[in-house]
T-cell receptor, first 117, second 112 residues
Framework: GAGVSQSPSNKVTEKGKDVELRCDPISGHTALYWYRQRLGQGLEFLIY????????KSGLPSDRFSAERTGESVSTLTIQRTQQEDSAVYLC???????????????FGEGSRLTVL | GNSVTQMEGPVTLSEEAFLTINCTYT??????LFWYVQYPGEGLQLLLK?????DKGSNKGFEATYRKETTSFHLEKGSVQVSDSAVYFCALSVYPDDKIIFGKGTRLHILP
């Protein structure tokens, strides 16, 4: 498709398990972002990729969270040893523009809803 | 730090009513301001933006004016429709940061 694609759309897991969330950005978009949205909260920035490198990892909440991007395309967000507070919708966005984003537009996927029991 | 505060929802209006969703910001630099919208079952999408003071962003009948003196970017529409029912997010970006900071979102319900 032409938009940002995320999978799975829904994931239910048990506390302590690892999960992987996948994002396919729009073809040609060099910048890729991960956000988290907990119930009743705003979008919380997690990490940003320019190409395959991550100049800004400041939003990752703990060392249980990691992300990678390969081929300037697909990105995977991995959460190890999940906790109940990790339950949220994880949103991926991509953009044509990278460093110095001021007026650029982010294109979002529909999100992956993670529930940790 | 940089942050966005927007009015809490849900906001419920009748069709053809006037809409205002308040948004104020705090920024260490000179921000660009955005409104994003999330329709049911869809991803967030940019609704409008403004990059300097006194600019007015507009799209689909919605407007917002960048007010530096009041650090505000309120969203308005003169006559809402049922199809405007969605969640609206106010957001900002401050150069040279590469991320957009979002508010908590305001859910809007329009009754026919």
């Amino acid at each position: 498709g032409a938009g940002v694609s995320q999978s799975p759309s829904n994931k239910v897991t048990e506390k302590g398990k690892d999960v992987e969330l996948r994002c396919d950005p729009i073809s040609g978009h060099t910048a890729l972002y991960w956000y988290r949205q907990r119930l009743g909260q705003g979008l919380e920035f997690l990490i940003y990729f320019q190409g395959n490198s991550a100049p800004d990892k400041s939003g990752l909440p703990s060392d249980r969270f990691s992300a990678e991007r390969t081929g300037e395309s697909v990105s995977t967000l991995t959460i190890q040893r999940t906790q109940q507070e990790d339950s949220a919708v994880y949103l991926c966005a991509s953009s044509l523009m990278g460093p110095g984003l001021v007026t650029g537009e982010l294109f979002f996927g529909e999100g992956s809803r993670l529930t940790v029991l | 730090g940089n942050s966005v505060t927007q009015m809490e929802g849900p906001v419920t209006l009748s069709e053809e009513a006037f809409l205002t969703i308040n948004c104020t910001y705090t920024a260490t630099g000179y921000p660009s301001l955005f409104w994003y919208v999330q329709y049911p079952g869809e991803g967030l999408q940019l609704l409008l933006k403004a990059t300097k003071a006194d600019d007015k962003g507009s799209n689909k009948g919605f407007e917002a004016t960048y007010r530096k003196e009041t650090t505000s970017f309120h969203l308005e529409k003169g006559s809402v429709q049922v199809s405007d029912s969605a969640v609206y997010f106010c957001a900002l970006s401050v150069y040279p940061d590469d991320k957009i900071i979002f508010g908590k979102g305001t859910r809007l319900h329009i009754l026919p």
